[in-house]
Structure formats: C-alpha cells, structure tokens
Antibody, heavy 120, light 109 residues
Framework: EVQLLESGGGLVQTGGSLRLSCAASGFIFSNHAMSWVRRAPGKGLEWVSAITASGDGTYYADSVKGRFTISRDNSKNTLYLQVNSLRDEDTAVYFC?????????????WGQGTVVTVSS | EIVLTQSPDTLSLSPGERATLSCRASQSVSSSYLAWYQQKLGQAPRLLIYGASNRATGIPDRFSGSGSGTDFTLTISRLETEDFAVYYCQQYGSTPLYTFGQGTKLEIK
C-alpha cells in the first residue's frame, strides 16, 4: 500500500524555522517527483514546492521562494521541507504528494498532513 | 501564470441529483495536465480525475471529467451522501509549476 506520512509541524514564532519530513512507503520513491501543498485556514489548496525524482531540480511558489527549501533522501525514502523566516500567512496544514507520472503530472497519493502554526 | 476559476463557489444539491462543476483557465491548458481532487473536512485531498477525463484508481464511475482548452467540467451523475465535499481543479504548467482553482463546495440542500 502506498503511504506518505508527514511530521515535523508545530507552533513556531514569527521568523522561526521548522523542518518538515514526509516518509514514503509502498512504492519506488526514487522514481517519482514529489511536492508539498498547503491549505491555510479558510482557504484553498496552494502548491508550495516540487522536486524531481533524482533531486536535481527544485521548484517553488513565489510566496515561499528564498525562505523554503525542498530536498529528498532517496536512500531513506524521505522528502523534506525546510521552512525559514516563517510568517503568519504560512500557517497551514502541509501535505506531501506524489506525482503520478510524466505524461499525467497529477498527485495520485497524499499524506494526511502536518500542521504548522505561526504566531507572534 | 495560468489562473483557474471554478464555478460556482458553492453548489447546494440533494442526494440523487446531478452535479456539474466548472473550471475555467485564463489560458489554454493541455488536457493531459488537468486534474480534479476531492477534499473532505480534516482529510487529505483525493485524486478523482487526471488528464481531464481519466478516472483515478478506485473512483466510482458516477464521476466523470470532460473539456479541453480553457473549459473543463467535473460531473457527478447521481450524488451520494459521501460526495458532499470541496472539489478543486488543478493544472500543471511552467511558472508556477502547479496551480489550483479556488474550490467549489458541494453541500447538501
């Protein structure tokens, strides 16, 4: 069974940092690009960042560029998101998601999410 | 940046009725790159449709997707109580890599 399990969320002060993790199982992790998506309270889904299967390409939404860093360790089947310089508007549930395939780049598997709360 | 606009924002229907949800793109989107998701309160999103019209694994055949270019539609032929949720369309593009519509809330009338 394909599974994604996020961890690392919590309550952090404005300007603080966290490292989110996403442990993958049930599929060949190194064969799939991965993304982080968030949903802020009362708002819709927002794509945050993506990384290629090998880790040699990374992509970011403008709202997090320069503050967030995505990475992966294929030997540990784990995806990461380092979140720095946190702002109130970064408060959200953060989901990791698996890219289905090259020709259909939808997200076919999602974790249950980890909550990040930024408070001054 | 391609903007996706979903309509309506809220759709009130009864079980057994047909639901039609719209997703309009500000520029043409490749059908291969258009997907629909369902999200229930407190749960992760679930992929329903990929490539504009292909049902994901395990998705009942009452869900169908159609459209091309800038206009896409998700249809639920006969609503069941478990279908009441928020629905998002999504496209894959250049910058940003992915965008979502603002969502349509499907609620019980």
């Amino acid at each position: 069974e394909v599974q994604l399990l996020e961890s690392g969320g919590g309550l952090v002060q404005t300007g603080g940092s966290l490292r989110l993790s996403c442990a993958a199982s049930g599929f060949i992790f190194s064969n799939h690009a991965m993304s982080w998506v968030r949903r802020a309270p009362g708002k819709g889904l927002e794509w945050v960042s993506a990384i290629t299967a090998s880790g040699d390409g990374t992509y970011y939404a403008d709202s997090v560029k320069g503050r967030f860093t995505i990475s992966r360790d294929n030997s540990k089947n784990t995806l990461y998101l380092q979140v720095n310089s946190l702002r109130d508007e970064d408060t959200a549930v953060y989901f990791c998601a698996k890219k289905y395939k090259y020709v259909h780049p939808a997200f076919d598997c999602w974790g249950q999410g980890t909550v990040v709360t930024v408070s001054s | 940046e391609i903007v996706l606009t979903q309509s309506p924002d809220t759709l009130s229907l009864s079980p057994g009725e047909r639901a039609t949800l719209s997703c309009r793109a500000s520029q043409s989107v490749s059908s291969s790159y258009l997907a629909w998701y369902q999200q229930k309160l407190g749960q992760a999103p679930r992929l329903l449709i990929y490539g504009a019209s292909n049902r994901a694994t395990g998705i009942p055949d009452r869900f169908s997707g159609s459209g091309s270019g800038t206009d896409f539609t998700l249809t639920i032929s006969r609503l069941e109580t478990e279908d009441f949720a928020v629905y998002y369309c999504q496209q894959y593009g250049s910058t940003p890599l992915y965008t979502f519509g603002q969502g349509t809330k499907l609620e019980i009338k």
